[in-house]
């Protein structure tokens, strides 16, 4: 079994860094979801799949999964700052938890903290973003002002009442407008969620130190 996964436009390549601060951006990083592995059928049955990685539709790796029961096997050739190519793996444990209407769902363990996570990022090992210290582009202000920008452009061109299609504009047109505006209010919506919780971890430290 094959499959390949798009990580999509490296977005955040124009701001330069690709860092927020000290923080590495998860966007830079390969990482695996396992909701997406389990939605593919990866974890249905044992045995080894492939994972191309792909970034901008251009190759960006690939991996060997060894799915075991209650573990996955990550194996792959990895060179550092243009060193010498390693054999590499590295062992996830899976753990799965009931679902409420049946089934169950599944969980990566983090190498590092061994709390449930659904993804893990190749940092400078594998681990969840907590440990990683990893970043969301949404804490980037750029990126909360860029998605703003943008949803606001689609509703202009959409109109006032933009969940109604305008008059002679193509359904297929309005549809991935639709989807996009949508897209950037949902991820206007998180990084501003993220926001608000960064703040009040300041203040909840604040109160904490000045009693
Ligand atoms: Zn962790």
Known sequence: MELTRDLGENRMGGYGSGRV??????????????????????????????????????????????????NIHLIYKESRNDGPWEDKDVEIKLQKTPCRYGGFQYWFECPVCRHRV????????????????????????????????????LKEKLGSEYWIKPKGMHQKTYDRLRETLLEAEVKADEAFDEKVKRLNQRIMSFGKNNP
């Open 21 to 70: 601060g000290e923080r590495e951006l998860i966007t830079n990083l390969r990482f695996l979801d396992v909701r997406w592995m389990n939605k593919h059928g990866l974890l249905k049955n044992k045995g080894v799949k492939t994972i191309n990685w792909s970034r901008n539709g251009k190759p960006w790796g690939k991996m060997e999964i060894l799915v075991e029961a209650d």
């Open 118 to 153: 659904c993804s893990v990022y190749l940092s400078d090992t594998w681990c969840c973003r907590h440990c990683g210290h990893l970043a969301y582009p949404s804490e980037n202000e750029d990126e909360l002002e860029r998605l703003r920008s943008k949803a606001l452009k």
